[in-house]
């Protein structure tokens, strides 16, 4: 029955495959935009990251620079995905040029290795499998092999890493109101963990600006 149905119903005109894959493209870009315009939030929290060093309350201040530091580097892999997917589109409409020469769709080293990449990023591996399923069927990519790396192995690094953009975060923000702290109360209270418990409305508005920031990364 299957293959009946595979029969009766015509196969995609490659052109217009190659057209339908360049907007599904540009609307993943779109979306991307729509997450990168979430830093503007980075302000608020900013001034907050002030307030709580001011008040002394460096275990808020350091809550927020993780959230930062955080929402930095998903930013940047944004960035990344979406200058990749451009690519991709690209070589998609230089596929579509050979594609009404010869009729067919052609393989591309290019386009297999950008997907690739992009099949390791959190925010694009479901998306990008789609798509590298549909391109195998389509004969544009062959079928890849998984070789992901466990990031589990690189945490500990990651960590060290973003413990060090914290520091550099709260003395870029509030660097003169940390350095007054006595400096063994300063070592301690930098290194309270970000989930500590607060209290009080201003405690409230923090979460709340820590939570609009997280969105970045979502």
Known sequence: MEKLRNMLIPKPNPQQLLRDWQRRLRQECRNIERQ???QREEKNVQKAIKEAAKRNDTASARALAIEIVRSRRTVNRL???KA????ISM???ESIAVARTVGHLSKSAEVMKTVNDLMKAPEMA????EFSKEMIKAGVIEEMVNDAVDSALDSDDIEDEIEEEVDKVLTAIAGETVAQLPEASRKERLKQPAHAKEEGGDDEDLEELRVRLAKVRS
Do not use: T
């Open 91 to 93: 070589h998609l409409g």
């Open 36 to 38: 990168i315009h979430i």
């Open 84 to 87: 990749q997917l451009n690519s």
């Open 79 to 81: 960035y990344e995905n």
């Open 126 to 129: 479901v998306k990008m499998q």
